[in-house]
């Protein structure tokens, strides 16, 4: 991970196993404490990203069917602690993807803020299709931001999402060349860190990745909630733009 001046977005690269970079327990522990270290550094942003040409894959299925109890529990803890992180994270989070997002490479891309995506860039969640629902809030997020039309095409019939269409469902923020990608995802980050005050930002996020799939009344009182938050950190005066 490295990160540059502090409140400036920092960037975090996905390294898994293999040439499909695999989100193994090793990665999934890497991958929190580069978003520890961006929020220790004073990072108002991360932009998170795999090598050239593959953003990241789920478990490899047939290495996960062998794991003994203790051992898919760590995986799945790991995992647990890694989007617990994510959604509690104090910063704004954009992915930036370039070639294969599938399966938990799919859930890290949901559980951010935005998806900054290049043209060679697709989206697939087949792990139901193997046995394997997947525990990381792809169950949840994708009819959420998708509709449940498009979701169930993901999940149910394992079909892929190219960038243009994953732009055109709402996934997808922009799309950019692959030598533009980071600087793409960086510029974002850096325009919604500036955009509103802190505690503005941070109700926002907070209502943004908390509220998916609660009801009206949920969402209403999370709402009201995160106003609360922010009349309380501007001492009951609301916080202006910087």
Do not use: K
């Not at 792990?127 to 979701?151: D, S």
């Not at 609660?214 to 916080?239: D, F, M, N, R, T």
């Amino acid at each position: 991970m490295s990160t540059r001046s502090a409140g400036s977005p920092a960037l975090v690269e996905i390294r898994g196993a293999g040439e499909a970079n695999v989100l193994d327990a090793d990665a999934l522990v890497r991958l929190e404490v580069g978003l520890l270290a961006a929020e220790r550094d004073g990072a108002a942003a991360a932009v998170l990203h795999g090598p050239p040409g593959r953003f990241a894959a789920g478990a490899d299925l047939r290495a996960l069917a062998d794991l003994d109890g203790t051992a898919a529990y760590a995986f799945a803890r790991a995992g647990s602690r890694l989007f617990r992180r994510m959604r509690g994270a104090d910063l704004w989070l954009v992915a930036a993807v370039d070639g294969h997002c599938i399966g938990g490479g799919l859930d890290v891309a949901l559980a951010c803020d935005a998806i900054v995506a290049t043209r060679d860039a697709f989206f697939r969640h087949p792990g139901a299709r193997f046995g394997f629902p997947t525990a990381y809030g792809g169950n949840r997020t994708l009819p959420a931001r998708l509709g449940p039309a498009i979701a169930a095409t993901l999940l149910l019939e394992g079909r892929a999402l190219t960038a243009a269409e994953a732009q055109t469902a709402g996934l997808v923020q922009a799309i950019v060349e692959p030598g533009e990608l980071l600087a793409e995802a960086e510029a974002l980050a850096a325009r919604w860190s500036r955009a509103v005050a802190p505690a503005v930002g941070r109700a926002l996020r907070q209502v943004s990745r908390l509220g998916v799939g609660l009801s009206a009344g949920g969402a209403a009182a999370l709402e009201l909630a995160a106003l609360g938050w922010v009349w309380a950190a501007s001492g009951g005066a609301g916080e202006r733009s910087r």
